[in-house]
DNA sequence: AACGCGGGGCC
DNA sequence: GGCCCAGCGTT
C-alpha cells in the first residue's frame, strides 16, 4: 500500500530500499501463490487454485466426476433473495447444522419479506428462540419493515442499500451480493479468512488491522478473478474452511487446496493448524442470580425483559441479582419465606457465567393481580421488580413452546420440576 | 480496537 | 470445561 510495507522476517526484500520488483515478488510469496520450485505467474495459480476449489466444492451434479462435498443445505436449494438473507442473518456466528431446523420453520411461518414486515415482533422472536443473538431477529424484522417502506418488497441489489440494513454488515452484503445477486463480491467470514490467512501463511494477529487487510485484499484479489458464478465461489471458500480446513485439526491431507497452501508447505498440517493466530483468551465474570418460580400447578409467571437489554423482549422466569432477592420477591407480591429452594442453575454465555439460584413458590393474589396480557406494556407493579422486565404474565404451561425465550428459561423450569412431562 | 451479545457441538 | 462457529453494532 506505501512505501511503510513492514516485512515479515522471511522477507527482507520488502524492506524500505529494495526495489519494486523484489517487493511485488515477495508480496506473492507472503500471499501463497507461489508453489515450491514451480514460478508460474500469480494469476495462473490462482485461477488453478479457483477451478480445484470450484471442482471440489461441486456446482450443480455432473456425472462421472467425484461427489461435490458441498452439502446439500436448504438455503443452497432457493434463489429467494429473502431466503438467502434471512439464512446468512441465522448463520451469523451460528453453524449451519444448527440453523436448518430454524430457517425450515422461519420461511414456512414467514416465506416472504411482505409477512416479515407484518409479523409481530412477539412471533419473530419465538420463531428465533433458541437460536441466541435475538439482536439479530429485532434487527431484521426492523430493516425487513425498511425494505417493504423503502424499496416495494424487494430486497435491494445496491450494496450500499443493502450495508444500511438493520444487522447487514460487511460479510453479509458480500454474502447476500454474491449468492443472491450473482455479483463478484468478496465475503469474509470466519471461514474464509482462516483459510485464506492458511494459504498465505498469515502470522499476524488475524485481528490485528494488517492481518484484516491482507486477508480482505486477499479475498477481493480471489473473488475478483473468478469465471464461474459468485456464489459458488463465496461457498466454495466457506465449505472448505467448514468441513476441511477446520479451526482444530484440519483435514490437509484431503484439502483441495493443498497444492497452493503456504501453511502446509511450510510445515505441514501441524504448523497449519496454528494458524490464524488465536487472541488471548479473557475470563468469563461470574454472575450470581436468583429466578422465582412461581406456578399454579397448571400454569407459571413469566416477565418479559426490556428492549436492549440481554435477551431483550424474550420472555423468562423472573430473575435479578442474588442480593436482590428480597426485592424481586417483594416486586412479585410473595414472601421469601414462603419459597423453598428448587436447586441451581448454571447458564455460560460468550462473555459470561450465570449462577442462578431456582425459588418456587405459589402465586399470590398479589402477585396475579400484576399479570397482564402480553401485549400490555408497563403495567401497574411490574416497575417493583425490577428494571429489567416490562410485562408480567401468567403463562399455561401449554403455551410455554410458543412463547420467545431464552434456553435459560427451560433449565430454570426444568430444576423447578413443576410438572412431570417437560414443558417444552 | 475492544466489547456485548447465545447457544450448542465437539474435543 | 474450553473452543469456536456463514458477525454486527456500539463505544
Redesign the pocket.
Known sequence: MDGRARAKGRCPGAEVGADARERKVCRREERGYTVRGAMKSPAKLRSALKRALLAWYGRGGNGGRPARAARD?P??RTSDPYAIWV??TM????????VVPYWERFLRELPTVQTLAEAAESQVLALWS??????RAR?LHAAARRVVALHGGGLPRDREALSS?????????G?IASIAFKERVAAV???VS?VLARIAAIEDDV???RG?ALVQAEADALAAIDEGDPGDWT?AL??L??LVCA???PRCGSCPARAWCRAFARGGVDYASTLPR?AP??EKAVVERVAIVLHTGTAVVLARRRAL????GLWEVPTAPRSAKRRLAKGLGVNLTALDVAGEV???????RMHVQVLRGSVSPQCLAKCRPAEDRLADGVEAVGAEYDALDLVPYGDLPTRAH???TRKVLDVANLHREPLF
Do not use: C, F
Not at 91 to 96: E, F, G
Not at 309 to 312: M, P, Q, S, V
Not at 346 to 352: A, C, K, M, Q, Y
Open positions: 443445505l438455503w443452497r439464512s446468512e448463520l451469523q456466528q451460528t453453524r449451519a447444522a444448527t433458541g437460536l441466541g443473538y435475538y439482536r434487527m440494513l438493520e444487522g447487514v454488515g460487511a460479510y453479509t452484503v454474502a467470514d470466519g471461514n482462516r485481528t490485528s488491522a484484516k461457498q466457506m465449505e474452511g467448514a479451526p482444530r485439526q488465536k483468551k479473557r437489554t440481554l435477551y431483550g448454571v447458564h455460560i454465555l460468550s462473555h459470561r431464552a434456553s435459560l
